[in-house]
C-alpha cells in the first residue's frame, strides 16, 4: 500500500482576488511565501518522494515546505478552465449566460467552455498514482485535489463534496491498486521548530 498526500499550494495574488486560475501560471505572492517558510511537514513524512505540478505556484510552494526542489510531474497540473480562465467566479455565476454552475452540480463530465471536465483529470491523474512505488507527498491544486480525494471517497461531483480541501492541510490517500482510500480528515502542517 502506498500513501500520496497532497498538499494545496500557497496563496497567489489570483486567489485573493477570487479569480479562477488553472493552467495560467500565476505566481506566490510574497505573504503566502513568509507563511509557508513557516512550515513544516510532520516527521513521518520527512522521507517521502516530493513531487509537484510544473506550475511555479505548486513547485515553489513544495521548496519552500520541505525545503528542497520537487520533481515536476504533468499530470498534477491543475484543471483547464478555458474561456472561464481568470475570470471571477462571482461573476460567473451572476451572469446566466455564463453557464457557470456549483461544482456539487457538475457531475464527472461538466466542461468550462473549452476547458476540462472533472473526468479528463480522473484520466490522467489515474494511471500517474496507480504508478507510484514509494509514499509520495504531492504539491498541487485544488482541482486536481478534488479529482483524487473524489476517487477515494466515491464522490461524484453531485451534492456536497465530503471533504473540505484547506491549506496548510496535507490530505492523505492510501492505494492498494484498485482500492483508494482517504484518511477521514486532514494533518494540519506545523511550525518551524514545533
Known amino acids: 500500500m502506498i500513501r500520496l498526500a497532497l ?62 526542489p520537487a520533481r515536476p510531474e504533468p499530470a498534477l497540473t491543475e484543471m483547464d478552465w478555458g474561456q472561464w480562465e481568470g475570470a471571477q467566479g462571482s461573476a460567473l455565476k451572476a451572469d446566466p449566460a455564463s453557464g457557470f454552475c456549483d461544482i456539487e452540480t457538475w457531475g464527472w463530465n461538466f466542461r468550462p467552455p473549452q476547458g476540462e471536465c472533472p473526468d479528463d483529470l480522473r484520466a490522467r491523474l489515474q494511471p500517474w498514482a496507480m ?26 461531483f453531485e451534492g456536497p463534496a465530503p471533504f473540505s480541501i484547506k491549506r496548510d492541510r496535507l490530505f492523505v490517500l492510501h492505494i492498494d491498486g484498485t482500492d483508494w482510500k482517504a484518511d477521514p480528515g486532514p494533518i494540519r502542517l506545523t511550525g518551524v521548530g514545533s
Open 7 to 68: 498538499l494545496r499550494h500557497g496563496h497567489t495574488a489570483w486567489n485573493r482576488a477570487g479569480r479562477i486560475q488553472g493552467r495560467t501560471d500565476i505566481p506566490l505572492d510574497d505573504a503566502a511565501r513568509a507563511h509557508l517558510r513557516s512550515l513544516q511537514l510532520p516527521e513521518d513524512w520527512a522521507n517521502a518522494d516530493v513531487v509537484a505540478s510544473p506550475l511555479s505556484r505548486a513547485m515553489e510552494t513544495a521548496e519552500l515546505i520541505t525545503g528542497q
Open 131 to 156: 504508478g507510484l512505488t514509494q509514499d509520495t507527498l504531492a504539491i498541487c491544486h485544488i482541482g486536481v485535489m478534488r479529482v483524487l480525494l473524489a476517487m477515494a471517497t466515491g464522490w461524484n
